[in-house]
């Protein structure tokens, strides 16, 4: 059963990839050329006697709060230096860059005709994965050393369910959450279907920007988690109906339900079963039907309540 699911997984991704919409030719069309300064390249190959010079050039990432020999011995240290061959290794130009980049500013200009193209700047973070991507003002940090692959070996420390969503694949979906943010407007309610409502829209705004990406890498799960949702989604949306956890403000229901974890916290058997953030999963699910079945278009979407967009989704769970 597992094995059909995959496949028609990957038929439908193969199907999606290869029509192209109206809307498609159109956003192609958009110019677009985003610049890729590759600081953490600078910084590996760069030496005490330099320091002063590459100071120069990157002065937003030498805070005067911190004194030369804190980077002296940053450009020494082996670890380090280990760090920035791994990632030289994997991203060893801009074009693979660009290649993500590029088509997703020109789907989020489409669909916010007010973007600008930031400046983008590759770097290293210590492998900062609470901070893979930044986006200060015109500038978007991505720290490349959080995309070396699920498997490698500078994060065997580092717990699963948040080592697999650290490959370069995700670089995407990350940079595109990012700038959903940007635009969803922050719910005044703090109900749980406020919180799936809001992680709904970013998901959505993440179908209209990536449409060659898959579900399962838009919400950062594996292909098998991603099937385990929809074979639940009806199983799953009756209990959120029996306990009554739609309209709940019980904030304990975000770290069951919404933040990254190794599992849903049902508290029932098929936890150990169940991906993490399935609350994520079924506000998606909701946006999508809103979207389906009402007269309006993404903006407005980005300020309409969760309530409203509940209430007109005639969202129903797949059987």
């Known amino acids: ?43 590996a190959a760069a030496s005490p006697e330099n ?8 002065p937003a990432f030498f805070p005067e709060k911190y004194h030369d020999s804190i980077w002296v011995e940053k450009l020494t240290d082996t670890l380090q230096n280990q760090l920035e061959q791994e990632v030289l290794k994997q991203f060893p130009n801009e074009g693979d860059l660009k290649e993500i980049l590029e088509p997703l500013f020109q789907h989020i200009k489409y669909y916010f005709p007010k973007f600008t193209t930031p400046v983008v700047v590759a770097a290293t973070s210590d ?31 580092i717990d699963k369910y948040i080592a697999k969503e650290m490959k370069p694949s995700q670089i995407g979906p990350d940079v595109a959450e990012i700038y959903a943010r940007q635009h969803i407007k922050i ?32 919400i950062g799960y594996t292909i098998e988690e991603y099937i385990w949702a929809e074979e639940n989604e009806e199983y799953m949306w009756r209990y959120f109906i029996e306990k009554e956890l739609l309209y709940s403000t019980d904030p304990k229901l975000a770290a069951r339900f919404v933040s990254p974890a190794p599992f849903s916290k049902f508290y029932l058997e098929i936890d150990n079963e169940s991906p993490g953030m399935l609350g994520k999963y079924l506000g998606w699910k909701i946006v999508r039907a809103y979207m389906k079945n009402n007269d309006t278009n993404v903006q407005q979407l980005m300020v309409t309540n969760a309530d409203e967009i509940f209430t007109n989704s005639k969202y129903k769970p797949k059987k």
Not at 9 to 29: A, Y
């Open 187 to 218: 719910p005044n309610k703090r109900t749980f279907l406020a919180q799936i409502v809001y992680f709904g829209k970013e998901l959505y705004l993440k179908d209209l920007w990536l449409p060659n990406t898959s579900d399962a890498a838009k």
């Open 51 to 58: 320091l002063p010079k590459l100071k120069k050039e990157f």
């Open 1 to 43: 059963m597992i094995k059909y699911l995959i496949a028609i997984f990957f038929g439908i991704l193969f199907f999606s990839c290869n029509s192209k919409s109206e809307v498609e030719k159109e956003i192609e069309k958009i110019p677009m050329n985003v610049e890729v300064i590759r600081f953490d390249r600078a910084f």
């Open 127 to 157: 492998v900062d994965y609470r901070n893979k991507v930044i986006l200060a003002d015109s500038m978007l940090v991505i720290g490349l050393d959080n995309y070396l692959g699920s498997d490698h070996k500078f994060y065997q420390g």
